[in-house]
């Protein structure tokens, strides 16, 4: 399926993968809609993508810190009357001490999962409108750093670990995929999430000590480039071979098994119980 002339929404594109994916699929004739948390930096990234492809993208600036500016960037997308073909949920933060959002809610499982959540919810009933649509979540293998979701302590209010809240989170990514897949398996609309392999992006950096300043220096060696990070993004957008597949986990663009607790169809729903009641959000 070429993406030429499809209309793909991505978050977080101005840095990573995300701008990677939103330079390629531009460059491939999609037209873009960039949910930007920094306007300097989407309208440098607009220029860029009209100097290289010729088409301007609509940039809708989007705290995902901040549910209400969740919802209002959705509303924003959608006053464009424009198709929304493909949903690219790319967007996400490391966090080296608890911080907490605008929500009160731990900001890595917020910005990871809950305000992709959010939005994709918001933006399904437009996207049905589109023949055959594809919402992509950039999920990771961080997931096998962690055995479970941690109900009893979702806000990690009892100790924050790095690695462990964020893997949290990108099992959440799993999970909301899958259970996502189930309610649209009558539907146009496919959904799958990937891991985009260890890449060189300023994830993390806005963190202060070491983690941020020295550690990413010390490991660039062994990371692939954003361009690497940002295919398996871009095959699922694109690819014929998974026009037909739904609920799938991706790695080097091919379809592998995740860990064991985020295939729980229990943890699933308890998850999905919890993102509504977060996000005061029922989906369609």
């Known amino acids: 399926m070429t993406v030429q002339g499809r209309h793909i929404a991505i978050t977080g594109p101005t840095a990573g993968i995300g701008r990677s994916c939103a330079l390629q699929l531009a460059a ?9 948390r920094n306007a300097e930096k989407g309208d440098e990234l607009a220029r860029e993508i009209v100097a ?3 088409l301007r993208p609509e940039i809708v600036i989007m705290n995902m810190a901040d549910l209400d500016s969740v919802r209002r960037a959705a ?8 198709p929304l073909d493909i949903l690219l949920n790319n967007a996400g933060v490391v966090n080296t001490e608890r911080r907490v959002t605008t929500d009160d809610y731990e900001e890595t499982l917020a910005v990871n999962h809950l305000a992709p959540f959010l939005l994709t919810g918001l933006l399904l009933p437009r996207m049905a409108q589109s023949r055959a649509a594809r919402i992509v979540n950039v999920a990771s293998d961080a997931h096998r750093f962690v055995s479970g979701m941690g109900f009893d ?17 990108k099992g959440a990514n799993v999970l909301f995929t899958r259970s996502l897949a189930k309610r649209l398996a009558d539907t146009t609309i496919t959904v799958n999430c990937l891991h985009p392999g260890a890449v060189a992006t300023s994830l993390g950096t806005q963190n202060e000590g ?20 940002a ?7 694109e690819s014929d071979a998974v026009v037909d597949v739904s609920g799938r986990y991706f790695s080097n663009c091919k379809q ?3 860990k064991s607790w985020v295939l729980d169809d229990a943890t699933a ?6 993102s509504e009641t977060a996000t005061d959000f029922r989906y369609p």
């Open 231 to 237: 295919e398996t993004s871009i095959y699922l957008c």
């Open 52 to 54: 290289t492809s010729g």
């Open 269 to 274: 729903e308890q998850l999905w119980a919890f």
């Open 256 to 258: 592998v098994k995740p």
């Open 75 to 82: 509303e924003q997308c959608l006053a464009l009357e424009q």
């Open 153 to 169: 302590d979702m806000q990690a209010e009892r100790g924050y670990k790095t690695f462990r809240e964020y893997g949290r989170s």
């Open 28 to 36: 491939r004739g999609a037209s873009l809609v960039l949910f930007c």
């Open 210 to 229: 070491f983690f941020s300043h020295w550690l990413p220096a010390l490991l660039k060696p062994f990371f692939r480039s954003p361009d690497r990070g």
